[in-house]
């Protein structure tokens, strides 16, 4: 694994700046994201770019989340500190490696095996506690339930009842819906003290579609 030189940390309080500009204001989210390295998720072809608000390729066809959307659904959790957080689509690690040094407890599941093998071998390098499951994101990981929050990293065709029934009361879906062909709405979901459904949409983001029936080997 490479390591995290002052070159790297430089460019990350650059990028800091930029998440700033465009909005992010949680200055937890922001500080978590200035100390994971996101250049040791990506290929080593693409770390010279690591820290543009961009997003890359990875393996298995899919691809990390630009930083933006990262800092942006994190944020858009509204959880306080030590809340338990599930993820819908590990990917590289990135996202749940930032959930992780906010201190949150993050349950994340990975339906590419060539994903779940790297990003479990690389949250463990770095020393990030996260439970991880390779499995279908849209079971989500009920034997864990109620979480906080649970946010989504792929783009779900409607909105994923199973995952709803996982949240405690007041927690929040963050998930972005709608056909992959065209960019998808981000929703935020949570009931109220009533058991009241509530909904609200967040804006416009490009996601990779989010995939189920997947088989697990198990």
Known sequence: MGSDTTRHQGQRLQLLIQLRARGIQNESVLEAMGKV??????????????????????????????PYT???????????????????????????????????????????????????????????????????????????????????TAAAPILPEALLTQLKPGGRLIVPVGDVEEDQVMHAVWTDKEGHRKEETLGQFRFVPMLKDVDTGR
């Open 70 to 152: 990262v800092a942006f659904q994190t944020e858009a959790l509204q959880v306080g500190p030590g809340a338990k957080i599930l993820e819908i689509g590990t990917g590289s690690g990135y996202q749940a490696a930032v959930l992780a040094q906010m201190g949150y407890k993050v349950f994340t599941i990975e339906r590419q095996k060539e994903l779940f093998d790297f990003s479990k071998g690389i949250l463990e390098t770095l020393g990030l506690r996260v439970t991880q499951k390779f499995g279908d994101g849209f079971k989500g990981m009920p034997a864990y339930a109620p979480f906080d929050g649970i946010i989504v």
């Open 37 to 66: 390295p996101r250049h040791l998720f990506l290929d080593s072809s693409f770390e010279q770019y690591a820290y543009r608000d961009a997003a890359f390729p990875i393996r298995a066809h899919q691809t990390i989340s630009q």
